[in-house]
């Protein structure tokens, strides 16, 4: 059974940057594409960065130029490094696989942006 565990998440001023971390049990992370996801209050959960097994990254426009995803093989860690932050990205940050998300959802690490 695959366990997702995030962390890294926290309260930063606009502009701050943050690093997203995403312990991954149960399966190599390097023969899957992975995602980073966020949800924010009252809205819908959405895909923020996503890596494919060969390495090929995507970004929404909304965050493109600003977050980067990454993945360590070795320590089976997913991770997303996050800068020029604003009050949008506040959400909870959440990872699984991409673009078929496994049935279990760790419980989030929260990033909140003040202005």
């Known amino acids: 059974q695959v366990q997702l565990v995030e962390s890294g998440g926290g309260l930063v001023q606009t502009g701050g940057s943050l690093r997203l971390s995403c312990a991954v049990s149960g399966s190599m992370i390097s023969t899957h594409g992975m995602g980073w996801y966020r949800q924010a209050p009252t809205k819908q959960r959405e895909l923020v960065a996503a890596?494919?097994?060969?390495?090929?990254?995507k970004y929404p426009s909304a965050v493109k130029g600003r977050f980067t995803i990454s993945r360590d093989g070795a320590t089976n860690t997913l991770y997303l490094q996050m800068s020029s932050l604003s009050p949008e990205d506040t959400a909870v940050y959440y990872c699984n696989r991409f673009p078929t998300e496994w049935d279990a959802w760790g419980q989030g690490t929260q990033v909140t942006v003040s202005s």
């Open positions: 890596i494919s097994p060969t390495g090929v990254d």
